[in-house]
């Protein structure tokens, strides 16, 4: 249920925001330039030193007496280890010493938790379960050392057949993977569902119309340009540990190192995990990898700083992947298009354990908001996960959750439901949206949508693209026999989890923090639970500040990432900074507002009703000339403040949102595609976002660029591959292809403008949209170029071979 | 995975003598670039060793070869190898299959060969895996044409030679 913003005192400059922004779908900036609040481009502030290359990456780091670890790896997907023999690799001059799981077995560490409660080996101590696994650390003075040491280690195998398809691992007597579990009898893990089963069975049977499509929601991965990696720093004399690493959420994880490490008497006030610069985390950053527990274990057991760095392949090969579900979509409606039930039925690959990152009463995340955007009542979904020799993983990519694999299906089944009643996609969906004054809305899986302008979305990119000459210009080309394509997508987010109700991460609940320190002299330090890899917190967060407070963005440095100094959070992933850490900061600076208005009052000698507000100053009421500029009173709090009142200005908030929020999007892909190659050409790509208010329209357009660039990858080039032996065949960029520059069309921006009701700023969070919305943009358009010839689907990632051959098997060619 | 590659070529050598050269495990382990024989075990039977490098990836096999069939009468062998790489990088398995047919006086030799890569190799990926095969294939034929007229038989394999080879291959495509 909707719970009311904690913003309800008059006079609020909260409500201020929502006035201003409220009054047209225009940004407006409340603050002038020189404070630069909500609505400014800003330039950011992190950029100076990226740009002149002083950024600090786990890399950089580097402390006396470090040793470098490289792992072996199997070549195997399902072998048993016969033997480890390191007589050759001790020869290797800078070699310290490898670790193999044996070791580990003997302080209890050779095996962890993962963040769904599932277990996962450090180091095997008998059998590897997936190609790349890691068997052994080479601990080394140096890095070639180390990986010298790692080529002279000699691992004996003894291959097994493994287990790849996740349907025959279902299958009745497949080979139970996971032995080391007493009692496991089969390879399913877990079964979910939500939803009215028997009601949705009632709809599907008495409708004039039933839509049914199999689709692959492919194995990818993140391919973050900084690769994962760490510097485990123990010292024994303290019993203290730090820990450098490239982690989204540095607080989850030092309780996580707390709770396996415990035992050795590694506390939790003896850790401290220290998030650096991060490039790019998508999600791959959030897991616990056995690399960065091996680094802890050589460095407990060495006294020596322990600096462990992934390859390119190694990150592609054996870190969390993504995706990689087998859906059945189904959807009933009438003969003339209106939608009134649909039904999923997931198959979830995990590989190897189930090392997915969602929140723990969601074993397919927020998978269930996949009834989309559309107004009906009916829905059934239900999933069952499996084991298989692959690497593990399942993180929310750039999503908040499957909602990427949620979105897929849900616009493609729509598609095809389009197709079957005979109507324009476009206008199926107008008749269909739930409409603007039907928020907050209910849907069939229980989630409360809390805003959305879905037909305003739609009409505004229809508008840029010129629909109606495109179909023209479509049926003509049809005619000649050329391939043209419009597909649409137009998507329903869930981000900003969560509330603390259903939200929680080993236990943890999903709020976040901020915390504000006001100088004496009017400029600040703010610090998050949360942790930028990329996203420019450094500039949105002091923006947010500065909307409230008035002090000038550039006066408030923005630090996260290092648990001794930030308040706790559960860290930067599923689009939940801005939800979350981004209104902890606005209520953090409203409650230092309430303390300047007391500040101001005594200083002006006058009623606090007396003062008028805008951000940056205070003034009696008729008299603008008695003003007191935040700067003053600020400097008034350290000096000459108020008897009986504390001293300082300073405030912390802990936010627990009432709600998620649900952005939305509408976008037009429009492709040529070349009859005799299969070659697709996407010629427009138009992207209107609705992410409620906006904090800093440039980072907002760069969030979405790279959005859509991810979205464009799985929808035309990415996909891990493993042939029926499990090895993977594309485990470097030579064959996973990345879409560059090259590959990528002009992407064109734009935005409609719904708030959050129940959010302090009204912004709703975007950083995952265009990833959500884009892959099935792109599959629609090509399907709707290729749908003269009866083609009705393709999976993802439609390739030019894959547009060729369904032509040729068409006949078309 | 597995890889297959069949080529077919002429050479102007009798049938028999070019038998007896398929045959003969010391000279046909001889035109297989970097393979060596160690021991015969017995009659069918072989160890031995085939050694690879791919640019940066070194890759050795201690392995078994067998002779699975020889028809002389009908001319037709099968070989089979297998074996672990010694460090652990996976293995590999190779079934070759020949076919010899007499021609115009010479013989035309029909090769089939099915390679089977697991672990480090595998990963090179189908497309680099199948150009290598091809070259290493191409340098057999050319090591084996070579033994039958009396010529240098090179069975170094040049890790330089064999990238830049698989490379134009690659670009070189139409």
């Given at each position: ?510 709020f976040d923090s901020a915390e504000i320190r006001v100088h ?84 002006l000698e006058v009623s606090e009703d007396d003062l008028e ?118 485990g470097t960029l030579m064959d996973y292809l990345v879409p ?74 | ?174």
């Open positions: 249920m909707i719970v009311d913003s904690p913003f309800t005192i008059d006079n609020s400059p909260i409500k201020i925001i929502y006035q201003l922004f409220n009054a047209n779908n225009m940004i407006q900036c409340k603050t002038s330039k020189a404070i630069s609040g909500m609505g400014h481009s800003m330039k950011r502030k992190e950029d100076a030193r990226f740009l002149h290359g002083k950024g600090n990456f786990v890399d950089d780091i580097k402390l006396p007496g470090m040793l470098y670890m490289d792992i072996v790896r199997s070549p195997y997907a399902y072998a048993k280890i016969k033997s480890i023999n390191i007589e050759e690799a001790m020869k290797v001059p800078g070699v310290a010493a490898v670790v193999t799981g044996k070791d580990l077995e003997k302080y209890g560490l050779h095996w962890m938790p993962t963040l769904m409660s599932d277990t996962q080996m450090v180091l095997p101590t008998d059998t590897v379960m997936y190609q790349s696994q890691e068997v052994a650390a080479v601990i080394a003075t140096s890095r070639y050392a180390a990986r010298d040491g790692r080529e002279a280690v000699k691992v004996e195998y003894e291959p097994m057949k493994p287990v790849i398809d996740p349907y025959k691992s279902l299958e009745p007597g497949a080979p139970v993977l996971r032995t080391d579990k007493p009692g496991k009898k089969d390879n399913h893990i877990w079964h979910w569902q939500a939803g009215d089963k028997e009601k949705t069975e009632k709809v599907f049977a008495e409708a004039d119309v039933v839509v049914k499509q199999q689709m692959y929601i492919p194995r990818i991965h993140v391919v973050s340009i900084e690769t994962c990696g760490c510097v485990a720093d123990y010292h024994k004399v303290n019993n203290h540990l730090t820990m450098y690493m490239t982690t989204q959420a540095p607080h989850a994880i030092r309780t996580v190192i707390a709770l396996v490490a415990g035992h050795v008497g590694l506390t939790e006030e003896k850790i401290r995990v220290i998030s650096p610069d991060i490039g790019g985390g998508f999600g791959g950053k959030v897991p616990v990898y056995p690399g960065y527990v091996i680094a802890i274990a050589v460095s407990f057991l060495t006294g020596a700083p322990v600096k462990w760095i992934e390859d390119r392949s190694e990150n592609l090969q054996a870190d969390s992947f993504a995706r990689d579900y087998h859906i059945t979509a189904e959807m009933a409606g009438t003969k003339d298009g209106k939608i009134q039930a649909t039904r999923f039925k997931i198959l979830a690959d995990h590989g190897y354990t189930d090392a997915a990152a969602n929140p723990s009463k969601f074993p397919v995340g927020l998978f269930s908001v996949g009834t989309g955007s559309y107004d009906y009542d009916t829905a059934f979904m239900e999933a069952d996960a499996v084991y298989t020799n692959k690497p593990p993983g399942g993180v929310a990519y750039r999503c908040s959750f499957r909602v990427t694999e949620a979105v897929q299906a849900i616009e493609r089944i729509t598609d095809i439901f389009a197709k079957k009643v005979g109507k324009d996609p476009a206008q199926l969906r107008m008749e269909n949206f739930i409409k603007k004054e039907d928020f907050p809305w209910k849907s069939p899986t229980g989630w409360i949508y809390d805003s959305g302008d879905y037909h305003a979305g739609l009409k505004k990119v229809m508008d840029v693209v010129g629909y109606d000459a495109l179909r023209k210009e479509q049926a003509e080309k049809r005619a000649r026999g050329e391939l043209m394509g419009i597909g649409l997508s137009t998507f329903t987010e869930i981000v900003g989890a969560g509330p603390s109700k259903d939200f929680d991460i080993l236990g943890i609940k999903m004496p002299t009017g400029k600040a330090i703010a610090r998050f639970g949360t942790k930028s890899q990329g996203q420019g917190h450094e500039t949105t967060y002091a923006q947010i500040v500065a909307e409230v407070l008035g002090i000038p963005a550039e006066n408030i440095q923005v630090e996260e990432g290092d648990t001794d100094t930030a308040p706790y959070g559960l860290g930067t992933y599923a689009s939940r900074s801005t939800p979350t850490a981004g209104a902890a900061a606005a209520v953090a600076a409203k409650k230092l507002v309430d303390k300047a208005r007391k500040i101001a009052a005594y200083l507000w805008e951000p940056g100053k205070f003034w009696v009421k008729g008299a603008p000339e008695k003003t007191k500029t935040i700067q003053e009173i600020v400097f008034a709090a350290y000096t000459n403040h108020p008897q009986g009142m504390e001293a300082g200005f300073e405030a912390t908030h802990y936010y627990d949102p009432p709600n998620l929020t649900f952005p939305s999007g509408a976008y037009i892909c429009i492709v040529d595609i070349d009859k005799e190659t299969g070659g697709i050409h996407v010629r427009r790509f138009v992207a209107i976002d609705d992410c409620g208010h906006i904090i800093n329209p440039m980072i907002v357009q760069g969030q979405v660029h790279g959005g859509l660039t991810q979205g464009i990858a799985p929808a035309m080039y990415e996909e891990l591959i493993y042939d029926d032996d499990g090895n993977i065949l594309n560059t520059a090259v590959e990528s069309p002009k992407w064109e921006t734009g935005h409609t403008v719904t708030p959050s009701p129940h959010h302090p700023i009204g912004a709703k969070g975007v950083g995952e949209s265009p990833t959500v919305g884009a892959p099935p943009a792109i599959a629609n358009a090509i399907i709707d170029a290729l749908s003269p010839y009866g083609i009705t689907h393709l999976d993802i990632p439609i390739t030019p071979f894959k547009v060729w051959k369904a032509l040729k098997e068409k006949g078309a060619i | 995975m597995t890889t297959s590659i069949n080529k077919s070529f002429h050479v102007d050598h009798p049938v028999d003598q070019v038998w007896n050269n398929l045959t003969d495990p010391n000279k046909i382990v001889l035109c297989v670039p970097g393979a060596h024989l160690t021991e015969q075990v017995d009659e069918n039977n072989y160890k031995g060793g085939v050694e690879l490098k791919f640019g940066p990836v070194k890759a050795k096999y201690d392995g078994v070869i067998t002779f699975v069939e020889r028809d002389a009468m009908g001319k037709k062998m099968v070989l089979n190898g297998k074996g672990n790489d010694s460090k652990g990088k996976g293995n590999a398995e190779m079934t070759m299959s020949g076919q010899l047919t007499e021609k115009d006086g010479g013989t035309d030799v029909n090769v089939t060969m099915e390679i089977n890569v697991s672990g480090m190799l595998a990963q090179f990926g189908s497309r680099l895996i199948n150009d290598v095969s091809n070259q290493v294939f191409d340098q057999f034929v050319s090591n084996f044409k070579a033994q039958l007229s009396g010529g240098e038989v090179d069975s170094t394999l040049s890790a330089g030679s064999l990238v830049g080879g698989v490379i134009k291959g690659i670009f070189g495509k139409k």
